[in-house]
């Protein structure tokens, strides 16, 4: 990149590469020159609009996670209405699996990050916290509804499907719908088809 070019969006530029970066060698092998070379931006541009890396991991963990908890935010809207199981998994799968679980192994590899988001956004809000919180809240309020059943724990069940969630993100992220819609379902006592 020529010197002296604006760079339209640089942050979500850099906030991809360490998408491509972690997903390719993982968080261990993480440095910003690696980021800005996956860029293709000048080895300094990093320092230009960041602290240091760490400034710039928690500047994109914050951004992360409050994508993540956007997309489960909007399940409340959903109490109510169509089936709860897919409302579930649309919800839990509006940010992308692939950036769901990046931000998983950034913050299982640097848990202080976690701290920093909490910092931002609150309590509740770091990786899948938010998920949680809003899948927990959103059977509750369908099971005072009667569409979950009055025996159901919604917290055991939010902690079941986030649990679920984070090992179809780190291990088989281009297939977390059908799998993810299966386990909701089965979780739920729904009938399920086999993906």
Do not use: W
């Amino acid at each position: 990149m020529p010197r002296g070019v604006a760079i339209p969006e640089v942050r979500q530029q850099l906030f991809a590469a360490v998408e491509r970066v972690i997903a390719r060698n993982g968080p261990g092998r993480l440095s910003g020159r690696a980021v800005t070379a996956e860029a293709g931006v000048a080895t300094g541009l990093l320092h230009a609009h960041f602290a240091d890396l760490d400034d710039f991991l928690a500047a994109y963990a914050v951004d992360r996670a409050f994508l993540v908890s956007a997309g489960a935010g909007a399940l409340a809207e959903r109490v109510g209405t169509g089936d709860v199981a897919e409302n579930l998994c649309e919800a839990i799968i509006a940010t992308p699996p692939s950036t769901v679980g990046t931000l998983a192994k950034l913050l299982v590899a640097r848990p202080e990050l976690a701290a920093r988001v909490h910092g931002v956004l609150g309590d509740g809000t770091a990786g899948l916290d938010a998920i949680e919180h809003a899948v927990a809240a959103y059977l509750a309020a369908e099971q005072e509804r009667g569409r979950v059943s009055a025996k159901a724990s919604p917290e055991a069940l939010a902690l079941a499907v986030v649990g679920a969630l984070h090992h179809l993100v780190l291990t088989t992220p281009d297939d977390v719908h059908p799998r993810l819609r299966q386990v909701v379902g089965a979780l739920l006592g729904a009938p399920t088809k086999r993906p």
